[in-house]
């Protein structure tokens, strides 16, 4: 049976207490809507807690011609037999039926023009502002434009995602781990069936050596007895302090039932770094082949 709690207004920021069990914990959180700049009420929110959710940051239509294009690039880049792009691996599972798809998609605004005019949206200056000064949304950089793709069935190859934190990635770019916003659009509902994200309040403020040590990044899937689940529909757009921990849990559903897609949006500071094809893979990946994902 699940069980919720509501995070109060951030006020007086302290620990949540634990509830169990900790996976059917779901967060009742404000209907924030974004426009033109995040307001002083989202903001706090989003610094307080570590997270933040938008509703309806799309229309289903427009949801629906994003899908179809990200479908419209995964046929391609299968029948391709593309397995890197720009240096970067592309992860590839298999349904019931055999057909293989792209789990793990990157660089795709690269691909379709109608996710590259998405990212065009004015709305996003709005989270650029607040990620801090000389942020934009780097297509050709880093990862680009990720979108993935998580299902429950035998022939997935990415159903869950261990605790991590994104700012950790900072030191495999020999770069000091920093204030990173990770931001994500859904293209499908992401009910507690479908698995989903959790997270840990207010883990954003802790020291670089809890940052390193409070878990094993990528293979401790354990639940945690702070997290909360984050629910969303198609449309929605939440973001997330890259300093807080997070995973990615296992579907009770499976097959089409199961399927979770989230894009993620770029954001570079500091000088352009744009990768081309003959960019080398990171040494970072290499430790996410050895978690297994």
């Not at 004015?122 to 780097?138: E, L, M, N, S």
């Not at 899937?221 to 629910?231: L, Q, R, S, T, V």
């Amino acid at each position: 049976m699940e069980m919720t709690r509501t995070l109060d207004a951030p006020t007086a920021p302290t620990a949540p207490a634990p509830l169990a069990p900790a996976t059917n914990r779901t967060l009742h959180m404000p209907d924030f809507e974004l426009g033109e700049r995040l307001t002083k009420e989202q903001l706090e929110y989003l610094d307080t807690y570590g997270f933040v959710r938008f509703k309806r940051f799309a229309t289903k239509e427009k949801v629906r011609e994003l899908a179809e294009e990200v479908e419209e690039i995964d046929r391609r880049l299968v029948a391709e037999g593309r397995t890197h792009v720009n240096g970067v691996p592309l992860m590839l599972g298999s349904r019931r039926d055999g057909t293989r798809f792209v789990q793990r998609m990157v660089f795709a605004s690269t691909f379709g023009p109608r996710l590259h005019a998405f990212l065009q949206d004015p709305r996003f200056r709005a989270i650029t502002d607040v990620a801090g000064p000389g942020y934009r949304i780097g297509e050709r950089e880093r990862d680009g434009l990720v979108v993935n793709h998580y299902r429950r069935e035998a022939g997935s190859a990415f159903k869950k995602l261990g605790w991590h934190t994104d700012s950790l990635r900072d030191l495999f770019y020999l770069e000091k781990p920093r204030r990173y916003l990770n931001v994500g659009f859904y293209l499908d509902d992401s009910p507690l069936t479908k698995g989903g994200v959790r997270v840990i309040p207010f883990s954003q403020d802790q020291s670089i050596w809890s940052m390193l040590t409070r878990k094993i990044h990528f293979m401790d899937h354990a639940p945690d007895p702070a997290e909360y689940a984050i629910e969303a529909e198609a449309g929605d757009l939440t973001i997330h302090d890259g300093r807080i921990w997070h995973r990615v849990a296992e579907a009770t559903a499976t097959g089409d039932a199961s399927q979770r897609r989230v894009m993620y949006i770029p954001l570079m500071d500091g000088p352009l770094k744009e990768k081309h094809d003959k960019s080398p893979t990171p040494f970072y990946f290499r430790l996410k082949r050895f978690a297994k994902f």
